[in-house]
């Protein structure tokens, strides 16, 4: 669904700009981008209405962003299906309740998660060269301990899950 209103919207901003620089195929990956972004924070954000649990999915929802945004990790094939993972992933961890133990160890498992695997699968999502990934590696590693000062269970659960999707078998 995704992929077929990007590329409708792509095709229509084509024909209506035909002297734009950016071809369709440029167009309808950038929208497809906007659009999985819109859809998840969007029917996150409704869910959390009826749950009652609003800060909690903007908490978790923005901890995971930043993070992921350092670290990469696993992609699916299907715009579609990012959008119900992500939204039943976020609006699940919404559910978490940690302790300020437990919130401290999943925080330290995400810090040596992201030294043994950060960053993953970046190489071909990003214009960083390779050679400052160590820096990203770094900035990650930095952002999580700070939970170890905030002690947030919110973010501690956010930063594991995404550090969890660091791990690949086939590497």
Known sequence: MIEALSNKIAVHIKKNVPDHPASVAVLKHALAVILNMVFITGLTIAISVFTGRIREVLTIMAAFAFLRQMTG???????MGCVAVSTLLFTGLSFVHLDYRWSMIATVISMILILIFAPAGIEKQTRIPPRYFPLLKAGAFIVVSFNLWVANP????SFFAQSLLLISIRR
């Open 154 to 157: 919110f973010i501690a659960v």
């Open 73 to 79: 990790g696993l992609h699916l094939k299907s715009g």
